[in-house]
């Protein structure tokens, strides 16, 4: 079983930065696959990024975050980060951090576990 918490979020102007935590718990989290989502009012809930534990390969995403957005993660702290920059008011939504063994996903159905989220708002 793994528990996800995730932290970060909060009110921003357009063009600045957020930095989102997703904290784990479980002694063998480094094997788990971290994935980050978005739902926005009245929409589905949106692929942003992932990144693989112990296995190979290098971190995905969106097309609409890439060059913006950067996925990383700290196994001693069982914590995966996203950082957000040059935030846009579409950007505005609830993210999500979910895990799942091994290989990462963009379909959020392929996940195990999530976190509660944590409400990012970038206003114009």
């Known amino acids: 079983q793994v528990q996800l918490v995730e932290s970060g979020g909060g009110l921003v102007q357009a063009g600045g930065s957020l930095r989102l935590s997703c904290v784990a718990t479980g002694h063998t989290f480094n094997r788990y696959a971290v994935g980050w989502f978005r739902q926005a009012p009245g929409k589905s809930r949106e692929f942003v990024s992932a990144?693989?534990?112990?296995?190979?390969?290098?971190?995905i995403y969106a097309d609409s975050m890439k060059g913006r957005f950067s996925i990383s993660r700290d196994n001693a702290k069982n914590t995966v980060y996203l950082e957000m920059n040059s935030l846009k008011p579409e950007d505005t939504a609830v993210y999500y951090c979910?895990?799942?063994?091994?290989?990462?996903?963009?379909?959020?159905?392929?996940?195990?576990?999530w976190g509660q989220g944590t409400q990012v708002t970038v206003s114009s």
């Open positions: 979910a895990a799942r063994d091994l290989f990462y996903s963009g379909e959020s159905t392929a996940y195990d576990y």
């Open positions: 990144i693989n534990g112990i296995t190979a390969g290098s971190p």
